[in-house]
């Protein structure tokens, strides 16, 4: 069965500390990973990653994926409080079987 | 560039009720999705159009959950009748191509059904 698990379910920080949150997998015929950030509203697009070792950069957010191991990690550094979160984790298959296949989140909470 | 537009926000309805939800993709998106969100959970696809056709609806429950995109834009998904575990956000993504291209979110419909 194809599944998507993140670590930790929940994370409370205070500003200023690096975060690291984890995703691993198990899907048959992988094409990408996914993280989105979901606030109160609608979750918002990070990074999609396809290669390994290959590290997606976004100011202070930075994710990069392994496809020998099957995992995926988001790094977050100098966090601050907007930076409080659900941080969702989503694999997307090959073409042909579009159904994306999420984790149920990491909850982070980043104190003043 | 305006954002995947739903509505309405919040609805509830009492179970047995009908009840639908609309979204507009982002101009020139081609695909669009439903999703189901639980709280606690990451959102669950309901169905997946490319343009007006679904090309996938194997996830929808058929029995009560219709879903329709007339011209290939704007869609609507309806729930008839609704039951007390439909209560969750109802979110519509749409990208410019299938997956894996990115989805852009809209904001969701709570629905709670009493």
């Not at chain 2, 929808?60 to 959950?65: S, V, W």
Request: contains cysteine; proline residues 5%; neutral net charge.
């Amino acid at each position: 069965e194809d599944k998507v698990v993140q670590s930790p379910l929940s994370l409370v920080v205070h500003e200023g500390d690096t975060v690291t949150l984890n995703c691993s997998y198990e899907v048959t015929n992988f094409r990408s990973l996914l993280w989105y950030k979901q606030e109160k509203k609608a979750p918002t697009f990070l990074f999609m990653l396809t290669s390994s070792g290959i590290e997606k950069k976004s100011g202070r957010l930075s994710s990069i994926l392994d496809k020998k191991e099957l995992f995926s990690i988001l790094n977050i550094t100098a966090t601050q409080t907007g930076d409080s979160a659900v941080y969702l984790c989503a694999v997307a298959p090959t073409s042909g079987t579009y159904k994306y296949i999420f984790g149920t989140g990491t909850r982070l909470k980043v104190l003043a | 560039e305006a954002g995947v537009v739903q509505s309405p926000r919040y609805k509830i309805i009492e179970k047995k009720q009908p009840v639908a939800f609309w979204c507009n993709p982002i101009s020139g998106h081609n695909t669009l999705y439903w999703y189901l969100q639980n709280l606690g959970q990451g959102p669950e696809l309901l169905i997946r159009y490319e343009n007006e056709e679904a090309v996938d609806d194997s996830q929808l429950p058929k029995d009560r959950f219709s879903a329709e995109r007339l011209k290939g834009v704007d869609s609507t998904l309806k729930i008839q009748p609704a039951e007390l575990g439909d209560s969750a956000v109802y979110l519509c993504a749409s990208s410019l191509a299938g997956p894996p291209d990115t989805q852009y979110f809209g904001p969701g419909t709570r629905l709670t059904v009493l």
